[in-house]
């Protein structure tokens, strides 16, 4: 230290600055949270751009809230089973999705929506979020409409257009059959899709295989890997995991285990939140042949002829509702599935049956895991006991609870106040420049149908998506 710093430290005045400094950023310190706190509270921007533990819970949210029921979504195709079912049991549902429209390999919108089920929704307040599948659930058809921006832009400005129907919440798109290799491109798509529907405040969910390991095999390459569960999540409000079917003709046994159910759940809460996962579960009831003793060969042909004739009924009851009659029903209380066992001769048939039992244990996973909720297919092929289960669902809670996308406060107030500015500076306002009460706002027109048309509820197809949509087996 030299001579210069020894006095300069010395003296007393340089003391002084100094303590006066460390009182000065002391101050500072205990008064800049006070002064930061103030500032964000006077600009509406920043106050809403990181809100508070009040500001999130007075925002809609599509996330229901622990004590909330589950949300009801039931899948719906345009046949007389699927509207009465729906006609009979509308208060339990919460949502309708029908599987009525499908984007062809150029992005082209086909279908509309069915007038019976669409006139029951909005006499019963129950939201729509129809089906979009690749048409004919085409993997060709899907890989250009993903590959093609042009195309991409098309299918997002025409499901834009259709979403604007009223009692039309969103869409679920239900994109089945493709390739792993389209996985980015598939992801992108419903990024951009959703950008597009949350902008003008509509709804967006995907229906995703269910998988239980990233092992790569023939169904992972073929079917479900395309599926990248974060980034969908994240892009779009929730997943409908189909956890079904778990087996097939070449290996029988139930279409949704218990044990096999829980390990899908287990493997998605993995990648997606369970606020944003709807557990898909089925309804209906498939049976599968097993061969049982050896048989002469007159036998085996009288057989074949015999099963050729019945093979035209059994066909479309391969996948159909469940039934309690005829044959007595067993309980695997491993499985927790109802099958029952007819048949003789060479050919012994088994039949698993989503009856109530079986549903009521996979509710119980629902409730379990915390889910947003569950999607079954389809109503119409349910075993009736279930509804039972179900609660009739809180239609002014859904409205004030989240079935639309949150949108920022600040945005809400500003666009607000430039629409009341607007009308108050209106030349021809009354009230010089005041907002109309309510006596001077004319009466808007009812655009809902008074009545249903007659022979509405059986007949109510559209017309052009007989090509479009796959049947009810397909799923």
């Not at 819970?57 to 009465?84: I, M």
């Not at 929704?121 to 129950?126: C, E, S």
């Not at 999540?233 to 139930?254: C, I, Q, R, T, W």
């Not at 809400?412 to 010089?432: C, E, F, L, M, N």
């Given at each position: 230290m030299d001579r210069y710093t020894r006095v300069v430290s010395s003296c007393p005045r340089s003391r002084i600055f100094s303590a006066l400094a460390r009182a000065f950023a002391l101050l500072a310190c205990l008064t800049l949270p006070t002064v930061a706190q103030d500032a964000i509270a006077a600009s509406p921007v920043t106050a809403n751009a990181i809100p508070g533990p009040a500001a999130i819970?007075?925002?809609?949210?599509?996330?229901?809230?622990?004590?909330?029921?589950?949300?009801?979504?039931?899948?719906?195709?345009?046949?007389?089973?699927?509207?009465?079912?729906?006609?009979?049991?509308?208060?339990r549902v919460a949502l309708i999705a029908p599987q009525c429209f499908a984007l062809d390999?150029?992005?082209?919108?086909?279908?509309?929506?069915?007038?019976?089920?669409?006139?029951?929704?909005?006499?019963?307040?129950?939201?729509i979020m129809p089906l979009v599948i690749n048409a004919g659930f085409s993997r060709w058809g899907a890989h250009h409409l993903l590959h093609s921006a042009a195309d991409r832009d098309?299918?997002?400005?025409?499901?834009?257009?259709?979403?604007?129907?009223?009692?039309?919440?969103?869409?679920?798109?239900?994109?089945?059959?493709?390739?792993?290799?389209?996985?980015?491109?598939?992801?992108?798509?419903?990024?951009?899709?959703?950008?597009?529907?949350?902008?003008?405040?509509?709804?967006?969910?995907?229906?995703?295989?269910?998988?239980?390991?990233?092992?790569?095999?023939?169904?992972?390459?073929?079917y479900s890997g395309v599926y990248d569960y974060?980034?969908?999540?994240?892009?779009?409000?929730?997943?409908?995991?189909?956890?079904?079917?778990?087996?097939?003709?070449?290996?029988?046994?139930?279409?949704a285990s218990y044990p096999w159910v829980q390990q899908v759940i287990q493997t998605e809460l993995q990648y997606v939140p369970a606020a944003k996962l709807s557990l898909g579960m089925p309804d209906y009831q498939t049976d599968f042949g097993r061969r049982r003793v050896r048989i002469s060969i007159w036998r085996r042909i009288r057989h074949r002829l015999r099963r050729f004739f019945r093979w035209t009924v059994r066909f479309f009851a391969h996948s159909g509702p469940a039934e309690h009659a005829g044959y007595r029903l067993h309980w695997d209380p491993v499985l927790k599935s109802s099958y029952r066992v007819y048949g003789h001769g060479r050919f012994r048939h088994i039949v698993w049956v989503e009856d109530e039992r079986s549903f009521q244990a996979k509710l119980s996973?629902?409730?379990?895991?915390?889910?947003?909720?569950?999607?079954?297919?389809?109503?119409?092929?349910?075993?009736?006991?279930?509804?039972?289960?179900?609660?009739?669902?809180?239609?002014?809670?859904?409205?004030?609870?989240?079935?639309?996308?949150?949108?920022?406060?600040?945005?809400?107030?500003?666009?607000?106040?430039?629409?009341?500015?607007?009308?108050?500076?209106?030349?021809?306002?009354?009230?010089?420049?005041?907002?109309?009460?309510?006596?001077?706002?004319?009466?808007?027109?009812?655009?809902?149908?008074?009545?249903?048309?007659?022979?509405?509820?059986?007949?109510?197809?559209?017309?052009?998506?007989?090509?479009?949509?796959?049947?009810?087996?397909?799923?």
């Open positions: 819970s007075s925002k809609p949210s599509t996330v229901s809230s622990g004590a909330a029921q589950p949300e009801a979504l039931f899948y719906a195709v345009p046949s007389r089973s699927s509207l009465e079912s729906f006609q009979d049991h509308a208060a390999r150029y992005g082209v919108l086909r279908g509309s929506l069915p007038p019976g089920l669409t006139w029951i929704a909005r006499q019963r307040h129950v939201e098309r299918a997002v400005g025409e499901l834009l257009d259709a979403s604007r129907a009223p009692g039309v919440v969103g869409y679920q798109l239900d994109f089945e059959g493709m390739s792993y290799h389209d996985r980015p491109w598939f992801t992108r798509f419903v990024q951009e899709l959703a950008r597009s529907l949350h902008r003008h405040g509509k709804l967006l969910s995907v229906a995703v295989a269910a998988r239980t390991s990233n092992d790569y095999n023939y169904t992972y390459a073929t974060r980034k969908l999540a994240n892009a779009a409000d929730f997943l409908s995991v189909m956890a079904y079917p778990e087996s097939d003709k070449e290996h029988p046994g139930p279409l996973l629902v409730k379990k895991y915390h889910l947003r909720g569950f999607s079954v297919w389809r109503i119409g092929l349910e075993d009736p006991h279930i509804w039972a289960m179900l609660p009739r669902v809180d239609r002014q809670r859904t409205e004030l609870a989240g079935s639309r996308p949150a949108v920022l406060p600040h945005l809400v107030t500003v666009k607000a106040a430039a629409k009341k500015t607007a009308v108050a500076t209106a030349p021809g306002s009354p009230s010089g420049g005041a907002l109309p009460g309510p006596e001077a706002v004319p009466p808007q027109p009812d655009t809902t149908s008074p009545e249903l048309p007659a022979g509405t509820p059986a007949e109510s197809a559209p017309a052009d998506t007989s090509s479009a949509a796959p049947p009810a087996g397909a799923r």
